[in-house]
């Protein structure tokens, strides 16, 4: 009899552009109605130093805001070694904040016997509203492990076969290992074209394995013609083990890194 416990760990990074424009002119005029900062090297007269500034615009009654800037010379993304800018874009910016939430972070499947697959579930929500992009990935530290050490459950082959990044069947009370499936919003495709019985194996840490994309997405997640608005994308992780008789009995565990990361 066997008892596996897992831990997943959430991480959240936050990725903030800012760009900063300085306009440095020089008016040679008899008269300027405009306001006015010098120093000893420099004199700029402009209404507002970056041309149009920022303005908020409020809909009376309807709670609707509208901001906006005038005047960018650099709209677009402008890269190279070290450095990313992002620059002259206002409707970058999200009035839905990023989010990233894990409904259960300890996970027991409990008791496990041979041959009689056991499985459980966490859902991972995601809250997004920029122009870019977001990824959640998942990768475990280490293979299930006993408390000793010694012994340790592999990664499933499914039925016939899958791997970090590809779907396969998983039925038979034959095929042994640990692995998960996803279901819900924003999930990879191999998971959606397989059908609800298709799992894949985490990508193991130890081994230098990269982490495996779990959501990702382009779009907003907010849905406008909900009432309330829902702002939120969910999916379901399916954690699933077998073992075999010869299996060593005792408790396993492990650690899966969820990773969410969004772009602007």
């Keep these: 009899m066997q008892n596996y416990s897992l831990k997943l760990k959430i991480i959240r990074v936050f990725l903030v552009f800012l760009t900063l424009h300085f ?14 900062m010098n120093s000893a ?35 677009n993304e402008v890269s190279s070694s070290g450095y990313i800018i992002k620059a002259g874009f206002q409707y970058w910016h999200s009035i839905v904040p990023f989010s990233f939430s894990i409904s259960d972070i300890n996970i027991n499947l409990g008791e496990i016997q041979p041959n009689n697959p056991k499985t459980a579930t966490t859902n991972l929500t995601v809250s997004f509203g920029a122009a870019g992009n977001y990824q959640v990935t998942a990768i475990e530290q280490t293979k299930l492990t006993s408390l000793s050490g010694l012994d340790y459950i592999d990664d499933t082959n499914c039925d016939s076969g899958c791997d970090e990044t590809t779907a396969g069947l998983w039925t038979s009370t034959n095929a042994y290992g640990f692995g998960y499936k ?79 990361t969004p772009s602007y």
């Excluded at 306009?23 to 006015?36: D, G, R, V, W």
């Design 182 to 260: 996803m279901s819900g919003e924003d999930i990879p495709n191999t998971f959606t074209s397989c059908g609800s019985n298709c799992y894949r194996r985490f990508p193991n840490l130890s081994d230098g394995e990269n982490p495996a994309v779990v959501m990702s997405s382009a779009n907003v997640t907010v849905d406008l013609a909900s009432k309330p608005k829902d702002i939120h994308h969910q999916s379901t992780v399916t954690f699933k083990v077998n073992i075999g008789p010869e299996q060593a009995s005792g408790s396993y565990q492990t650690i899966i890194n969820f990773l969410a």
């Design 41 to 75: 090297q420099y004199r700029i007269q402009m209404g507002n130093i970056n041309i149009g500034g920022a303005s908020e615009l409020e809909s009376p009654g309807s709670g609707n805001l509208l901001s906006d800037t005038l005047g960018q010379l650099a709209a």
């Design 23 to 36: 306009a440095f002119c020089t008016f040679h005029l008899s008269e300027a109605n405009a306001f006015e």
